[in-house]
C-alpha cells in the first residue's frame, strides 16, 4: 500500500513537471552523468552526488532512461524515470526483470528513490557536492530468494555520495570521481531479497572515477562491494565503461561487466547498454 502511494505521487510530480514544459537545459555537458540501474541518477551501478538532469536552481527537469545487463547466464533490463526539481531534490523510479537462464523464470522488483543535495557543487565550490539518498525496493518474485535464506522480500538502502569534477586536472582533461558509502541488507541489489543467516558487514562501499576526452565522450570504472548475507560467495561489482553524450537530450553508455558470482554460480561477465534521455 505504501509503495503504490509513492508510485503514485512519483507519476503525478513527473507529469506535471513535463505538463508544465518548466524544463531545463542548465549546467555542463555530461555533468549529471547517467542513470544507474536502480534508477538514480550517477554511473551506471552506482549512485553519484549529482542529481539526474540538467535542472539549476531556477528550474525542473526529467529523464528516463534504459538499461540492459547481459553475463554468462543471467540478463538484467531495467528502465526508470526521474525527476530533478531545482538541483536540490531528484525523485525516481525504477523497473526491473532479472532474467535466470538456468532455471528459465524471471525475477521482478520495483524501486523508488530519492535524493537530495545536502551541500558543495560538483564544478563550482571547493568541496565536492555531498548528497543524501535512499532507494526503497520491492522484489515481486519472491520464491527463490526465501529458498535460497533470504529473510525478507523488501528493504530500504540508504546512501550518502561526494562527487567531484575536476576541470583540466589531468593534462587538461577533465577528472569526476565519486565515493558512495551505502547501508543496505540487499541480495544481488535486492534481487534475491534481503538479509539471511550469514548477515554481517551493512555498510557497503562504491567507488567511480571518469575522463572526459572531450565535451561529448567520457571513459571510466566502477566498483561495488555487496554483502554476502546469504553465503553463496556473493562478489563485489565492477565495470569499465565509455559514455557518450551527442547532446543534453541524449547519452548512451556502454560498459564491460564483472559481477563475480550470482547464486553460486561463477564467472559472470558481459555488457551493458544503457540510453538516457533527458527533457
Known sequence: MIMNKFTSIFYACFFTVFSLNC?????IL????VSQIEGSGGGGIVPWAQLAG???EESISASAACSRVTVKDFSLDSCGVQANFYDRIELSYAKQTFEVNPLKLD?????IGAKIN????LVYTSLPQISLG??????????????LGA???SGTDVYIAASKLHLGFINGYNWLWNITARHTKANQIGLLGFGGANEKAKIQLEASTAILLDRHLAIGVEYRQKPDNLGLGENHWKDIFVAWFPNKHLSVTLAYVDLGSIAAIDKQTGWY???MWYL
Open 107 to 111: 525475477l521482478k522488483q520495483t524501486i
Open 54 to 56: 540538467y535542472a539549476t
Open 30 to 33: 555530461a555533468t549529471p552523468g
Open 273 to 275: 547498454l544503457s540510453t
Open 118 to 121: 545536502l551541500f558543495g557543487d
Open 151 to 153: 529473510e525478507k522480500d
Open 23 to 27: 524544463l531545463a537545459e542548465g549546467k
Open 134 to 147: 535512499i532507494q526503497s525496493k520491492r522484489l515481486k518474485t519472491s520464491d527463490v530468494a526465501f529458498a
